[in-house]
C-alpha cells in the first residue's frame, strides 16, 4: 500500500499542478484578451478624436472660405465704386478744364431754364444765391455780436 499512496499523492499532486497550470494558461489567456480589447477600445478613441479634429478642422477651412469670399465681394463692391467716382471726377476735371460747366438734374416741373442755357442752370443759379443770402444774414448777426462784445468788453475794462 505505500507505493499505492504514492501514487495517489502523485497523481493528486499532478492533478493540482495541472489545475494550477491550467489556471495560469488562462488567466494569462484572459490577461492578454483584456489587453487586445484595451488596446482595441484606446485605437478606436484615438480614431474617433483624430476624426473629431478633422472635421474641426474643415469647419474651420469652411467658416474662413466664407469669411474671404464676403471680404472679396466687398472689396470687390469697393473697388467698383472706386472706379466709378475715379472716372466722374475725371469726367467733371475734363468739362472743367473745357470750360463746360456739368450737367446737373433739371428741376422736378420742369427745365426751369431760359432759351440758350444749359439744364439745371436755374437750379445753380437759385442755389447761389440762397447761399450769398444765408452768408449775409449770418454777417449781419456776427456783427451784431462783436459790437455787443466790443461794449461788454469796453464796459469791464472801464470798471
Given at each position: 500500500?505505500?507505493?499505492?499512496?504514492?501514487?495517489?499523492?502523485?497523481?493528486?499532486?499532478?492533478?493540482?499542478?495541472?489545475a494550477?497550470?491550467?489556471?495560469?494558461?488562462?488567466?494569462?489567456i484572459?490577461?492578454?484578451?483584456?489587453?487586445?480589447?484595451?488596446a482595441?477600445?484606446?485605437?478606436?478613441?484615438?480614431?474617433?478624436q483624430?476624426?473629431?479634429?478633422?472635421?474641426?478642422?474643415?469647419?474651420?477651412?469652411?467658416?474662413?472660405?466664407?469669411?474671404k469670399?464676403?471680404?472679396?465681394?466687398?472689396?470687390?463692391?469697393?473697388?467698383?465704386s472706386?472706379?466709378?467716382?475715379?472716372?466722374?471726377?475725371?469726367?467733371?476735371?475734363?468739362?472743367?478744364?473745357?470750360?463746360?460747366?456739368?450737367?446737373?438734374?433739371?428741376?422736378?416741373?420742369?427745365?426751369?431754364?431760359?432759351?440758350?442755357?444749359?439744364?439745371?442752370?436755374?437750379?445753380?443759379?437759385?442755389?447761389?444765391?440762397?447761399?450769398?443770402?444765408?452768408?449775409?444774414?449770418?454777417?449781419?448777426?456776427?456783427?451784431?455780436?462783436?459790437?455787443?462784445?466790443?461794449?461788454?468788453?469796453?464796459?469791464?475794462?472801464?470798471?
Amino acid at each position: 500500500m505505500p507505493i499505492e499512496v504514492e501514487i495517489r499523492a502523485l497523481i493528486y499532486a499532478l492533478v493540482a499542478g495541472g489545475a494550477v497550470f491550467l489556471g495560469w494558461h488562462l488567466k494569462g489567456i484572459v490577461d492578454d484578451d483584456k489587453a487586445e480589447k484595451l488596446a482595441l477600445a484606446q485605437a478606436k478613441i484615438v480614431e474617433a478624436q483624430q476624426a473629431a479634429n478633422q472635421a474641426t478642422i474643415v469647419a474651420d477651412q469652411q467658416a474662413q472660405a466664407e469669411i474671404k469670399d464676403q471680404y472679396e465681394q466687398r472689396i470687390a463692391t469697393a473697388n467698383a465704386s472706386n472706379a466709378d467716382l475715379a472716372s466722374r471726377l475725371y469726367k467733371y476735371e475734363a468739362g472743367l478744364s473745357t470750360g463746360q460747366v456739368p450737367a446737373i438734374p433739371s428741376a422736378p416741373g420742369g427745365t426751369g431754364t431760359t432759351p440758350g442755357e444749359p439744364a439745371g442752370y436755374a437750379i445753380l443759379n437759385q442755389a447761389i444765391a440762397d447761399s450769398i443770402s444765408a452768408c449775409q444774414r449770418d454777417a449781419i448777426r456776427l456783427q451784431g455780436w462783436q459790437d455787443w462784445y466790443g461794449k461788454v468788453s469796453h464796459d469791464y475794462a472801464a470798471r
